[in-house]
């Protein structure tokens, strides 16, 4: 009678393995992804945005502070930070260090949820509803995040437009605060993006439709979210679970147009939504999605 626990067995040692995988190494698999995207006048010459997102940063995850600090080594043009960076009350000042060799470089930022509120132990099956109750923890030092990053010049755009001259290109950027919250304050930035500009850039940390939507019809070229963690957990062959917000599965991670060129928009709207860099420290794993940031390539349109 033996065999009866074999199966069993097989698939205890099977589950092990994979949990042990997912939470021991691709939970700490820091990766680049690149891609470039075609949005940049004919005949202009490459622009590189380097985004962060998701730290969901502890004061003890060195590997992850000391690569993201690498990363200054791409010598970006802008870097991009599109919230949910601290995981804890100790983890302002190890985030900051981490962005300390990015923030010589120019920079925009908007806040999220995840930067507002400490987590909190979660039923972790409550993400396959749409209707889950949100939850927060205690407030966080979000401010002095905050203020660490205005002084080092980087521009904050959490329900907020801005204007950053790089690589003598002029950007002209709108961002909203954390939609998934429902603390965006899309008609504060409302209006037209100033065609003359060389880029027109809206970030929001959660990619909802709605806000995306807006954006698109606003004239911006590219729009940089974070959020999903690229569902965190994928399956091979069909991708991911779950999105957390609005936006569909397909478009759950990466580079994807959300509207197509128009004669007044000629680029269109491009989206990038990265799977981040983090996971919260009640739920530390990942499957078939590694931690990762993204260096985007602004090309030339075709004319």
């Known amino acids: 009678m033996r065999w009866y626990t074999a199966v069993p067995t097989a698939a205890v040692a099977s589950g092990a393995a994979?949990?042990?995988?997912a939470s021991l190494y691709e939970r700490t698999r820091w990766t680049l992804r690149r891609f470039d995207v075609p949005v940049l006048a004919p005949g202009s010459t490459p622009l590189r945005i380097l985004q962060i997102s998701d730290l969901h940063m502890t004061a003890g995850q060195r590997s992850k502070q000391e690569w993201v600090a690498g990363l200054a080594e791409l010598e970006p043009d802008l870097v991009v930070n599109t919230g949910d960076n601290l995981a804890g009350f100790d983890a302002v000042p190890p985030t900051l260090r981490a962005l300390g060799p990015l923030m010589d470089l120019p920079g925009a930022f908007v806040l999220a949820?995840?930067?507002y509120y400490a987590p909190r132990p979660k039923n972790p099956f409550k993400y396959f509803r749409t209707d889950h109750k949100r939850v927060h923890g205690a407030e966080l030092?979000?401010?002095d995040l905050r203020d660490g990053m205005t002084d080092r010049g980087w521009v904050d755009l959490t329900n907020a437009a801005g204007e950053l001259t790089v690589d003598g290109r002029r950007i002209v950027l709108a961002g909203v605060d954390d939609s998934h919250?429902?603390?965006d304050r899309y008609d504060v930035v409302a209006?037209?993006?100033d065609p003359d500009a060389d880029l027109r850039l809206g970030l929001a940390h959660s990619p909802e439709p709605r806000v995306l939507d807006r954006f698109a019809a606003?004239?911006?070229d590219?729009?940089?979210?974070?959020h999903t963690h690229g569902g965190q957990l994928r399956i091979p062959f069909y991708g991911a679970l779950v999105t957390n917000c609005g936006i569909d599965r397909a478009r759950v991670r990466w580079l994807h147009r959300w509207s197509e060129p128009t004669p007044g928009s000629p680029s269109g709207t491009w989206l990038h939504i990265s799977a981040g860099l983090g996971t919260s420290p009640y739920a530390p794993v990942r499957f078939?999605?590694?931690?990762?940031?993204?260096l985007l390539t602004l090309t030339a349109r075709a004319s």
Request: proline share 13%; glycine share 10%.
């Open 218 to 220: 606003d004239g911006y």
């Open 181 to 183: 919250l429902e603390r």
């Open 191 to 193: 209006g037209p993006a």
């Open 113 to 115: 949820s995840n930067d």
């Open 222 to 226: 590219l729009l940089l979210c974070g």
């Open 288 to 294: 078939a999605c590694p931690p990762e940031a993204t």
């Open 141 to 143: 030092p979000w401010r």
């Open 18 to 21: 994979t949990v042990a995988y």
